[in-house]
Every structure is written in structure tokens, then in C-alpha cells.
């Protein structure tokens, strides 16, 4: 499946974006999705994770409370609503697809997902 990032942008901190990951060329009912971030000179990590029905959602520790995931598989869209933003937030945000459902500590793990988008990058300022 293809996936393409949009939203991202430049926001003081404490404000809000929503990212928005559309997805073509799949049935994407059938993917379990993630979102990943990855800062200047860091290594890729999990942020959110959403299951093929929308149903259940798994979060960083970091960003619970502040980011939610939700999906819209009539219109094949992910989204991540950011609230609440921080400067540590800054990063390229990446949508990614998991072929399977996912359960647990997987949710969270890069090679579970087998398509990924470009990233789109949130910068927020102090």
C-alpha cells in the first residue's frame, strides 16, 4: 500500500497540528497502522499505533494524553491529531502499515510495518 503524509508544519508549543496519511493501492481495512517519528541524529521510535477497525489505539508513554490516532477506512485516511505540542515533539512523522493486526509490544516494533510513507515534519518552537 501507498502512503502519503501531509499536515505537518512549523507551531509554537503548545500548539496543535493533525497529521494526515492517506493510503491507495491496498485494501486498507486489512492494515493495522502506526505512526513513527524520527529527530535530528535519533534513531526512528513508535508514537501511535491504531488496529485495522479503528478500536483500539496504543501510545508512547510520552505523548499519551496529548496526540490521538483515529482512522477513516471509507476514505482510506489515518490521522493524528497533536495537541499540546512540545519542542521535543520536532521530528519527521511517519505514517506506516502492518499487514497483519497487531497486538501488544509489537504494535510498536518498525519491522511489523512493511509500507511506509515519505514523513512530513512538525518543528515546534520554543
Known amino acids: 500500500v501507498r502512503l502519503v503524509e501531509s499536515g505537518g508544519g512549523l507551531v509554537q508549543a503548545g500548539g496543535s497540528l493533525r497529521l494526515s496519511c492517506a493510503a491507495s493501492?491496498?485494501?486498507?481495512?486489512?492494515?493495522?497502522m502506526g505512526w513513527f517519528r524520527q529527530a535530528p541524529g535519533k534513531e526512528r521510535d513508535f508514537v501511535a499505533a491504531?488496529?485495522?477497525?479503528?478500536?483500539?489505539?496504543y501510545y508512547v508513554d510520552s505523548v499519551k494524553g496529548r496526540f490521538t490516532v483515529s482512522r477513516d477506512n471509507a476514505k482510506n485516511m489515518v490521522y493524528l491529531q497533536m495537541n499540546s505540542l512540545k519542542p521535543e515533539d520536532t521530528a519527521v512523522y511517519y505514517c506506516?502499515?502492518?499487514?497483519?493486526?497487531?497486538?501488544?509490544?509489537?504494535?510498536?516494533?518498525?519491522?511489523?510495518?512493511?509500507?511506509w510513507g515519505q514523513g512530513t515534519q512538525v518543528t515546534v518552537s520554543s
Open positions: 493501492g491496498g485494501t486498507f481495512s486489512r492494515y493495522a
Open positions: 506506516a502499515a502492518a499487514p497483519a493486526e497487531l497486538t501488544g509490544l509489537s504494535r510498536s516494533m518498525d519491522y511489523q510495518y512493511s509500507d
Open positions: 491504531i488496529s485495522r477497525n479503528g478500536v483500539m489505539t
